[in-house]
């Protein structure tokens, strides 16, 4: 079992940056792959990025790509999401969740799936003002 607290949210202009950071318990952290997902209100969870166990895979929604890096740190048990560029679509509650490295390692749509996450944290809250 692993418990993730994310940070680092909060309200920013139009075209501003935040860091997102997701710190995992336990030691096991290396052993599952990692992902950002997000909901806005009255919107289903959707998915934005997510990493291999040792960030030699990364995933990206299109929306965010190119203005976004996910990244995690496994000796501080610590994924990332750098977001640049923000727009106000971006605003959302954002969640990490984790999932067995050997589950998502099956295809590279698992990294995309909500359903395939074990763990989530509690979400944190992005509000992109125009």
């Known amino acids: 079992q692993v418990q993730l607290v994310e940070s680092g949210g909060g309200l920013v202009q139009a075209g501003g940056s935040l860091r997102l950071s997701c710190e995992a318990s336990g030691r096991t952290f290396t052993t599952y792959a990692m992902g950002w997902f997000r909901q806005a209100p009255g919107k289903e969870r959707e998915f934005v990025a997510a990493i291999s166990w040792n960030g030699g895979s990364r995933y990206y929604h299109h929306s965010v790509e190119g203005r976004s890096t996910i990244s995690r740190d496994n000796a501080k048990n610590t994924l990332y999401l750098q977001m640049n560029r923000l727009k106000p679509e971006d605003t959302a509650v954002y969640y990490c969740?984790?999932?067995?490295?050997?589950?998502?390692?099956?295809?590279?749509?698992?990294?995309?799936?909500?359903?395939?996450?074990?763990?989530w944290g509690q979400g944190t809250q992005v509000t992109v003002s125009s």
């Open positions: 969740a984790a999932q067995p490295q050997g589950r998502a390692a099956v295809s590279g749509t698992y990294y995309t799936q909500a359903a395939r996450y074990d763990f």
